[in-house]
Nanobody
Framework: QVQLVESGGGLVQAGGSLRLSCQAS????????MGWFRQAPGKQRELVAH???????TYADSVKGRFTISRDNAKNTVYLQMNSLKPEDTGVYFC?????????????WGQGTQVTVSS
């Protein structure tokens, strides 16, 4: 089993930045594809950023150039740096493990962290 705990969400003004962290425990996640999903109010959950076990990154078009996913295998942690935030980035952000680009499901989920971007 893998336990994922997200942190770093909050309220920020448009144009601001936030850094989300996802701490994993229970298993070493270095070989897992890891992702960040976003669920906006009234919308389906979508994969916005993915990083493979080898470090290859993939992004949804809506966040390309603004979000950066990274991983620190020594700390068993994955990050999502979010810059130039927009009100439409508002939602609950979920960390996921054992996920591939384009997936709508994952092997393991965190509990989610709220990100609210005010205009």
């Amino acid at each position: 089993q893998v336990q994922l705990v997200e942190s770093g969400g909050g309220l920020v003004q448009a144009g601001g930045s936030l850094r989300l962290s996802c701490q994993a425990s229970g298993r070493i996640i270095s070989r897992y594809g890891m992702g960040w999903f976003r669920q906006a109010p009234g919308k389906q959950r979508e994969l916005v950023a993915h990083i493979s076990g080898g470090g290859t990154t993939t992004y949804a078009d809506s966040v390309k150039g603004r979000f950066t996913i990274s991983r620190d295998n020594a700390k068993n942690t994955v990050y999502l740096q979010m810059n130039s935030l927009k009100p439409e980035d508002t939602g609950v952000y979920f960390c996921a493990a054992r996920v591939s680009p384009g997936d709508t499901s994952a092997g393991y989920w965190g509990q989610g962290t709220q990100v609210t971007v005010s205009s």
